[in-house]
Structure formats: C-alpha cells, structure tokens
C-alpha cells in the first residue's frame, strides 16, 4: 500500500527511502524563479573535461561546472526512458506503469501528474524542446502532459522507425504540439533555438517559465557536421570514429550551452532563473568495454560498466545546478547521495509551488543540501527499479547477488 508522507519525511536507516506523500508547498522567494532543466541523451558522468575527460572540449559546461553546485553522487536510471519517467514524475519508473523503452512499453501511466502538470497549475508557462520518448501518440504526447508548447522529434531517436522518414539530424521535420512542421539546421541548433524563442517570449509576456530542454544528442546514430568531427578524428587516445563523433556533438551542444547561457545574460535573466544540466544514463560512446564491464578505453571517470549497466558507470551522470538570485553559484560539490527521483520535490519546494493531493513523490527535497544548511542529513537507500540496484552512500548491492563496498580502496571498488 502506498503511504501518504510529507516530502519532509524520513526513512529509517536501512530502509529504502521512496517517499510516496503529497509534495506540500514550502515558502519560497517572492519572485518565482524561472526553470531551464536540460537533459542530453547518452552522455556519461566522463565526457565532459571538466569532470576529468583528457581529450574532450567543453568550455561553457565547464564553466557552469565552475559556477554551480554540483551532486557528484547523482543516480539516473541506466536507460533512456525510466529516467525520463522518473524524472518528470518524481517516482519510480514502476511505479508511474513503464516497463521498457519501446512498443508502447515507455508510457506514462495517464493519471499520474507529470512536473509540467505542476508548474503549470503553478503559473508557469512550459515548454518541452527535443527528445520525448515517454509517449507518440495521444494522450500519452508533451502537450497532453502539461507543456503548453513542445518540439520534439519521434521515437527514441531521430531516423528510427517512429520518427519521420527521412530525418538525418539536418534540416528535419520535427513536431509541434502534435503537427509536423519542418525546421533547418542541425537537431541541436534547433532545440536550443526554439527553446530560446519560448524563453523570450515567455519573458516578453512577464511570465515564470519552466522550460524542459532535452537535446537527443548524444544518442546515435552519430551524426555531426564534419568540422566538429574533424577535431577529435586523429587525436591519440580517442579509441574510434564514433567517439570522435560523439565528442564533436559534444563540442556542438556546448556551443549552444554558451549561447544559451548569453541569452539569460542579455535578458536579465541570469539571476532568477535555475539553470539545471544533466544527463538520462551512463555514456554510450565515450568507453569500450572488457571483462567483467570494466573499461578498457576510452574515459569514464574510473567507473565501471556504461550505458543499460547497474554498475555505477551505467547511472551515476552529472548533476549542475546554477540560480545567483537563489545564492546557488560560485561552484560547490554535494557528494550525498541524490537521484533523479529528487528533482521534482526540489523544485517545488525551492519555486514555492502547491501542489494537489494527487502528486506524489519517491524522492525528497534537496535544498537543505543544496542550500548547505543540513546539519543532519539522513541515510538513505536509493532504489534504482529499472536495473534492480539498491544504493546507499557506502554500499551497492546489484542484482541481489552482488554487494560492493564503495568506500573500500580503489582496488576493490566496483566502480
């Protein structure tokens, strides 16, 4: 039986942590800040340079690297869709009905609220830019959960089967709010110039916006413009071609990260908006794997295993969180531990929102941690349902049959 908690609450040690209770409203600023949450597609904790990769460009993210708080113990789930799922509900893939990734398996459950449901309900206007992949078809699209305008490409990934014949990242025909619609350039270039279009208009019409950003690279089929791949094609080190490409989609959402980051900046908009970049799993591309899921090349921050793993290279992605006008800058790392199932309830919590009796959580708030006002912050166990990990700070226990002491030496981790 589900339970009914205040966010607030608490689980004993040793137990697992899935708050299931209505999301109360806390005080927040008299302001409501703005929300721009970006997530990238297959881009693992090890591929960006400021997270230790040696070959990899990344200025702007590194530079917001510099001025956030950063979770350096964030849990996703392994794979696209759960995270997804998780991440717009605040609940378990499981528990919202999402089984897999695919064949009408990745729907949300159509009576669960989603986190646009909720700032919308809250004032905001909202909008979803890039890779969906919770729901094709009615009621199950962006625009029938709660964001009142959405952009975004079919299936789980551009030129598979449920997206429109004949897109190759280049000047595709994408969806808006339902209708196709035909868009130039490169897919990146276009979610971040469509979601920059709603954030100016949203600020033209003096409204809080809550804008889900969720560009489909790094995912493949590897696709860039030669110039990009062109910087990592012979560099030593970077194990192969699709690497290489991986690396220039980077270099190009990084590019669109630092334009973006101006736009707030000439706007006005800096200061009160929370600014949020993460990543759905581990990487696909930026590491090869040997025995026993242990990397044998490429970079993947010294974890083991990577994309669909329930070793931590397989769900520990990164975490940066910026907002000046809420004191959440100038660069501080939270090494607790935190999933994805955490951002809603802290969203809410910190923008001041109310929520119904019908929203629920199996995650907590985060301020206190993200504020540094915790004097006390509680074991946790952390489910992870897709993959069957249970997580603490010390211990990971994966697949009922194997346990890892993650404080242990380096040589005995299993990460």
């Known amino acids: 039986m589900i339970r009914r908690l205040s966010i607030k609450a608490t689980a004993a040690a040793g137990l697992v942590m899935a708050l299931t209770g209505p999301l109360f409203a806390a005080e927040g600023p008299s302001k409501k800040p703005n929300v721009i949450l970006i997530m990238t597609d297959d881009q693992g904790y090890g591929d960006l340079a400021c997270l230790g990769n040696p070959w990899i460009e990344s200025p702007n993210l590194d530079r917001l690297h510099g001025e956030s708080v950063r979770l350096t113990n964030f849990h996703v789930s392994p794979m696209c869709s759960p995270t997804r799922a998780a991440l717009l509900t605040g609940r378990h893939c499981r528990h919202v009905g999402l089984r897999h990734t695919n064949n009408c ?19 905001y206007r909202t909008g979803m830019f890039g890779k969906w992949h919770v729901g094709e078809t009615y009621p199950y699209r962006p625009h029938d959960r709660g964001f009142h305008e959405a952009v975004y490409h079919g299936n789980g990934a ?11 990242y280049f000047d595709d025909i994408y969806h808006h709010n339902g209708e196709p619609k035909q868009y130039s350039g490169y897919c990146t270039d276009v979610w971040f110039q469509e979601a920059s279009r709603f954030i100016r208009e949203s600020h033209a019409q003096d409204s809080p916006f809550f804008c889900y950003l969720a560009p489909n690279v790094v995912h493949g089929p590897m696709i860039v413009a030669d110039k990009y791949f062109r910087r990592y094609r012979d560099v030593e080190g970077v194990f192969s071609a699709g690497t290489a490409k991986m690396y220039g989609m980077v270099a190009n959402l990084d590019e669109n990260m630092g334009r973006l980051m101006q736009l707030l900046k000439s706007e006005s908009l800096e200061r009160d908006t929370i600014l949020i970049f993460m990543t759905d799993n581990g990487t696909a591309a930026g590491a090869a794997l040997g025995n026993n899921d242990f990397v044998r090349a490429g970079y993947n921050a010294g974890m083991r295993g990577k994309k669909t793993s329930s070793y931590d290279g397989g769900h520990r992605v990164p975490f940066f969180l910026r907002w000046p006008g809420g004191g959440l800058d100038g660069g501080r790392d939270v090494e607790r531990l935190t999933a994805h199932l955490d951002v809603l309830p802290t969203l809410v919590d910190r923008c001041g929102l109310e929520c119904p009796d019908d929203v629920l959580t199996d995650g907590v708030s985060l301020r206190p941690l993200l504020e540094d006002t915790a004097d006390q912050w509680p074991d946790r166990t952390i489910i992870e349902s897709f993959t069957k990990v249970a997580m603490t700070e010390r211990w990971r226990l994966v697949h009922n049959t194997e346990l890892y002491d993650i404080m242990a030496d380096p040589g005995q981790r299993q990460d």
């Open 105 to 123: 398996t990745e729907l949300i459950a159509r009576d669960v609220p989603t986190i646009a449901n909720v700032f919308a309900d809250g004032g």
């Open 158 to 168: 551009i030129g598979t089967t449920g997206d429109v014949w004949g897109n190759d």
